[in-house]
């Protein structure tokens, strides 16, 4: 099931801007980039999704290579409570079933 | 705002015991609804979901069950529960059927003995 790979540790250190990477290859036309995190002990939390164009919100940016390939989802500013596992999922919007796959995704730890 | 509330949040039972893990949200009408399982150390697993009152699909099989009696409330059960069901169970939200936003809770852990 899974159709992206990300690297399973990064550190970064608090203030920093965190490029978290996320390969893509297998993408087909109709299917987005979604990101999530999960702090420890929480549900995960929806950060961003796009399709082809670069998408920008109040809680991170999202850039995606031309060939859509891969993407990367940027962090501005890093702070402690970004500590988490960070999701990269692609999933058409096909109706009936939700079938986001939630792989291992990559433990970012933020460092004071 | 929508809100997603699910409890209890932490549950130790013992083998062969029933189960009951609620979930309702707020805020929202028809939303679709989905219960997850999360082992230690691993990805999330898709067990039920459902996109209306009594409408429930099951992604594996499981001695697990659900059913939503209302609009906004879905439950999780199981009359025997077994060691390979302990893990964190989320139950989450969203706005149409096939939509990639989910709207989590809290999460239950659950730890069978």
């Known amino acids: 099931d899974a159709k992206t790979t990300q690297p399973p540790s990064m550190d970064c250190a608090e203030g920093r801007a965190a490029n978290l990477p996320c390969n893509h290859s297998?993408?087909?036309?109709?299917?987005?980039v979604y990101w999530y995190r999960q702090i420890h002990s929480q549900g995960p939390q929806y950060i961003i999704h796009?399709?082809?164009n670069n998408e920008t919100n109040e809680m991170a940016s999202l850039i995606i290579t031309e060939d859509r390939k891969s993407s990367t989802l940027i962090l501005p500013h890093a702070t402690l409570r970004d500590t988490a596992v960070y999701y990269c999922?692609?999933?058409?919007?096909?109706?009936?079933?939700?079938?986001?796959?939630f792989g291992t995704g990559t433990r970012l730890t933020v460092i004071p | 705002s929508q809100t997603i509330h699910q409890w209890p949040a932490t549950l130790v039972q013992p083998v062969g015991s029933p189960l009951s893990l609620e979930c309702t949200v707020e805020?929202?009408?028809?939303?679709?609804l989905y219960w997850y399982r999360q082992a230690a150390g691993r990805g999330l697993q898709l067990l039920f979901y459902?996109?209306?009152?009594?409408?429930i699909s099951s992604e594996v099989p499981q001695n697990l069950s659900a059913s939503r009696p209302q609009d906004r409330q879905f439950i999780l059960s199981s009359k025997k529960l077994l060691l390979s069901d302990s893990g964190f169970y989320l139950c989450?939200?969203?706005?149409?059927?096939?939509?990639?936003?989910?709207?989590f809770g809290e999460g239950s852990r659950l730890t069978v003995l």
């Open positions: 999922i692609v999933k058409g919007h096909q109706t009936g079933a939700n079938n986001l796959f």
């Open positions: 459902s996109v209306g009152i009594g409408q």
């Open positions: 796009g399709l082809k």
């Open positions: 805020g929202t009408s028809n939303p679709n």
């Open positions: 297998t993408i087909s036309g109709n299917e987005y």
């Open positions: 989450a939200w969203s706005a149409r059927a096939g939509a990639g936003e989910l709207f």
